[in-house]
């Protein structure tokens, strides 16, 4: 079955602690996306890939940092700098430059900071 | 700026049709998406516009108006599964993805 998957589901840190938010897809997509949801808004883009090696900041980079070394992998780090990190986290991948954008999401992450 | 408005909560009953509106001022637009989302899971793909007009699918319909920066999402024949956010999102001048907030839509027996 062709998809993606998010682990864990539900991750809880201290304060202060780098996490790592996995993400994988074997849709041979080569766009792939991180977005935080807070509840009462919309998807906000924190980065975006279209290439291994290569990726762009979203509207919301700040306290983030990602990878892309392979294809099917772009892992999301929420680093001590961000503010106020609780959120759920969802991951999506698109076919490069397609003008059909459709983008297909993971399950999500939700991250409680304590 | 870029700004996408939606309603945020509607409530309607089952067996009954919603229509959820969707207006959009963005740098540029190269289609617009509605997806439903059920509370703490993904958002799933529901439908695509680029063109005016309106695309039928099952119970699900959606019309596009570029002139008007307007689109709407109706949903017959109302279901208590249908119970979910609905998204609307523009592709914008870049082929980015701009999202609405959302629209929590109730479903009353």
């Known amino acids: 079955d062709g998809g993606i998957t998010q682990s864990p589901k539900y991750l809880f840190r201290k304060e202060g602690q780098n996490v790592t938010l996995s993400c994988e897809q074997n849709?041979?997509?080569?766009?792939m996306y991180w977005y935080r949801q807070d509840p009462g808004q919309g998807l906000r883009l924190i980065y975006y890939?279209?290439?291994?090696?290569?990726?762009q900041k979203g509207d919301i980079a700040e306290g983030y940092s990602v990878s892309r070394e392979k294809k099917e992998s772009f892992p999301l780090t929420v680093t001590s700098a961000q503010k106020n990190p609780t959120a759920f986290y969802l991951c999506?991948?698109?076919?490069?430059?397609?003008?059909?954008?459709?983008?297909?999401f993971g399950p999500g992450t939700r991250l409680t900071v304590l | 700026g870029q700004n996408i408005d939606q309603p945020t909560e509607m409530t309607a009953t089952e067996g009954a049709i919603v229509q959820i509106n969707c207006t959009y001022q963005?740098?540029?637009?190269?289609?617009l998406f509605w997806y439903q989302q059920h509370a703490g899971e993904a958002p799933t793909f529901l439908s695509y516009?680029?063109l005016d007009g309106l695309e039928e699918k099952g119970r699900f319909s959606s019309f596009l108006s570029r002139s008007k920066g307007y689109s709407y999402l109706l949903l017959k024949e109302l279901q208590m599964k249908d119970s979910a956010s609905y998204l609307c999102?523009?592709?914008?001048?870049?082929?980015?993805?701009?999202w609405g907030a959302g629209t929590k839509l109730i479903i009353k027996p």
């Open positions: 999506a991948s698109s076919l490069r430059g397609a003008d059909y954008n459709e983008q297909f």
């Open positions: 849709l041979n997509h080569d766009a």
């Open positions: 890939s279209q290439i291994v090696n290569d990726f």
């Open positions: 963005t740098s540029g637009f190269n289609g």
């Open positions: 516009n680029v």
């Open positions: 999102a523009v592709v914008d001048s870049n082929y980015q993805l701009i």
